[in-house]
């Protein structure tokens, strides 16, 4: 089995792309994290996935059959991606100063890259992590860049130049 460090070197270099996924809590506060590890799953029916640490403080708000927003980062949201990543203590607190709608009933996050909305389908155990599925049920992908993460630090896809 490899050591901790090591496993953690060879993933910084994975790009990923940079979300933060949002719930309302029962009360109707806005809840939401930054996560690295949103996916597409499946194309019919329409899936997507991302791991939360069994820690999160969103993960109580997103069980079986609860709704979730995702909100795709574009480039230009770098500082929303670190208020995000922050761990607070009560739901909302990270919303304090940011300019955020309700969107299908979910806190979203104006200007991002794309926005998907669904329905927490089940819960997959990942060892230190959660694994949640959703089933999509509303998205608006757009032209802008995306924000993407790898060794450390915040970047943006760019197509490569065509060799002539």
């Given at each position: 089995?490899?050591?901790?460090e090591?496993f953690?070197?060879?993933?910084?270099g994975?790009?990923?792309?940079?979300?933060?996924?949002?719930?309302?809590?029962?009360?109707?506060?806005?809840?939401?994290?930054?996560?690295?590890?949103?996916?597409?799953?499946?194309?019919?029916?329409?899936?997507?996935?991302?791991?939360?640490?069994r820690?999160?403080?969103?993960?109580?708000?997103?069980?079986?059959?609860?709704?979730v927003?995702?909100?795709?980062?574009?480039?230009?949201?770098?500082?929303?991606?670190?208020?995000?990543?922050r761990?607070?203590?009560?739901?909302?607190?990270k919303?304090?100063?940011?300019?955020?709608?309700?969107?299908?009933?979910?806190?979203?996050?104006?200007?991002?890259?794309?926005?998907?909305a669904?329905?927490?389908?089940?819960?997959?155990?990942?060892?230190?992590?959660?694994?949640?599925?959703?089933?999509?049920?509303?998205?608006?992908?757009?032209?802008?860049?995306p924000?993407?993460?790898?060794?450390?630090?915040?970047?943006?896809?760019?197509?490569?130049?065509?060799?002539?």
């Amino acid at each position: 089995m490899i050591d901790r460090e090591t496993f953690v070197e060879l993933m910084s270099g994975v790009c990923a792309p940079v979300t933060v996924v949002t719930a309302t809590t029962a009360d109707g506060r806005p809840h939401g994290s930054t996560v690295s590890s949103f996916a597409s799953l499946s194309l019919d029916p329409p899936l997507v996935s991302f791991a939360l640490d069994r820690a999160s403080g969103l993960l109580a708000h997103l069980q079986p059959g609860d709704r979730v927003g995702v909100n795709i980062l574009g480039a230009h949201q770098q500082e929303l991606a670190s208020t995000f990543a922050r761990r607070h203590r009560g739901p909302g607190l990270k919303f304090d100063g940011v300019t955020w709608t309700v969107r299908a009933g979910l806190p979203h996050l104006p200007e991002s890259a794309g926005w998907t909305a669904g329905r927490v389908e089940r819960h997959v155990d990942a060892g230190d992590h959660v694994l949640l599925v959703v089933q999509v049920e509303e998205a608006e992908p757009t032209s802008t860049p995306p924000l993407v993460y790898a060794r450390r630090v915040f970047g943006t896809h760019a197509p490569l130049a065509v060799a002539s």
